[in-house]
């Protein structure tokens, strides 16, 4: 699903300060600046580690509705056994899978128990050990939108430019595996794409339109969520996707905000910043510009009926599967195996319950970076915006990892 979320090494930090070079030498840069960012011994990055545990140490174990899981589950599977490098590992669970009543939480509860073993989720970071990291949330919202401009529907959604270059590092370095850098060619030479302020703003930016929205800040609250839904003057409802994204970083306009003094840190929330836009709407294109990261859509054709996606009914995440409400979570892939179960100990941010539940990894984003840390898929629309809005909890993973099976590899 997400948004500007899949950013990893952006042509704006490889071509900084003006400096720019002939496409011929790209594959030098591109491999000094894998070369800087090698940890030296006074810099060593936060390393992950797994510790082994029962299964009672998981809180909420036994008394998760695990059914309400199974169909996130059956979708990782159609995934994974997708994959010639992960078949090997997920071969025996999910065939498993199939003979399992999808009603029965028991039945469910002793198949995980027999396939799987849990592991927690630890980082060590300069000698010291946590458990604990955060846990946001995101959703896929519904605007109102339109096929045409008019004096209402005047913030369009783009799709994705034909002049938009992404070199993928690992097919020049396979050590930069998950890295990217996007930009554009002029002449011979790779500058970085149009910011968020030049595409805005008149730069010479030729992608084409594919809806238009009635909110400037809802526009820019769909980019961060990097899918959602639209409804249309007519009554009918689309659906757009992630396509890619500018290759610039995100830069949190609530970070923004708070420096400002606009906004007290203990109060920023989605809620509160969008309520800074009403009150201060000239002021408002400069505060988006603050974030250069842009994000470019697809329109996405609904699930055959009586599907198990039709049945899902949510956004496509970086797994390539619909996202189940509640139950599927963004991870760092750099850290964390995508399409994998966890385990999750949060707290629902809506009365300040336990959140301890199954869930399964089946999205990433530029923005959740780190072995603790998860994005939290709400579900579609208001609602589910008003929860994740306000999702930022502490948490605790556990991976849960078929039994004779070697581990992933740690970062």
Request: proline share 8%.
């Amino acid at each position: 699903m997400k948004r500007f979320r899949r950013f990893s090494l952006s042509p704006a930090i490889l071509f900084s300060a003006g400096f720019f070079l002939p496409a011929l030498f790209l594959p030098a840069l591109l491999f000094l600046a894998g070369c800087t960012t090698t940890p030296t011994p006074e810099t060593q990055q936060p390393t992950l580690r797994y510790q082994p545990v029962a299964w009672q140490v998981l809180p909420g174990w036994s008394q998760d509705a695990l059914a309400d899981a199974w169909p996130a589950w059956q979708m990782s599977c159609r995934a994974l056994l997708k994959k010639d490098a992960n078949r090997a590992v997920w071969e025996a669970p999910c065939r498993a899978a199939d003979a399992v009543d999808s009603g029965s939480t028991e039945a469910i509860r002793t198949f995980f128990e027999d396939y799987f073993q849990p592991w927690q989720v630890l980082i060590e970071d300069n000698g010291s050990v946590t458990d604990r990291g955060l846990i946001t949330g995101y959703y896929e919202p519904l605007l109102a939108g339109s096929r045409a401009p008019d004096a209402r529907y005047r913030y369009p959604l783009y799709a994705r430019p034909a002049d938009l270059l992404t070199v993928e590092l690992a097919s020049l370095y396979p050590e930069l595996e998950g890295k990217r850098v996007r930009g554009r060619l002029v002449g011979n030479k790779v500058m970085p794409y149009f910011s968020r302020a030049e595409i805005d703003h008149g730069a010479a930016f030729t992608a084409t339109p594919l809806y238009y929205v009635d909110d400037a800040m809802a526009a820019f609250f769909l980019h961060i969520q990097g899918s959602g839904r639209l409804q249309l003057p007519d009554g009918a409802v689309v659906r757009l996707g992630y396509a890619d994204q500018n290759g610039h970083p995100y830069r949190a306009i609530g970070s923004v905000l708070v420096q400002r003094g606009e906004i007290d840190r203990d109060n920023l929330s989605m809620q509160t910043i969008k309520e800074w836009g009403r009150q201060h709407p000239d002021a408002l294109p400069a505060l988006l510009d603050e974030n250069p990261s842009y994000v470019f859509f697809r329109e996405v054709l609904p699930p055959a009926p009586g599907s198990l996606d039709a049945k899902i009914d949510g956004p496509i995440g970086a797994l390539g599967v619909p996202l189940l409400a509640q139950r599927s979570i963004a991870i760092d892939r750099l850290f964390l195996p995508l399409g994998a179960p966890f385990f999750l100990d949060a707290v629902d941010p809506n009365g300040g319950a336990p959140l301890q539940r199954l869930t399964m990894a089946q999205d990433t984003g530029g923005a959740i970076r780190g072995g603790i840390r998860a994005d939290f898929f709400c579900g579609t629309g208001k609602d589910a915006g008003e929860v994740a809005g306000r999702m930022k909890e502490t948490g605790r993973l556990w991976l849960l990892w078929p039994k004779e099976a070697a581990l992933p590899k740690t970062r």
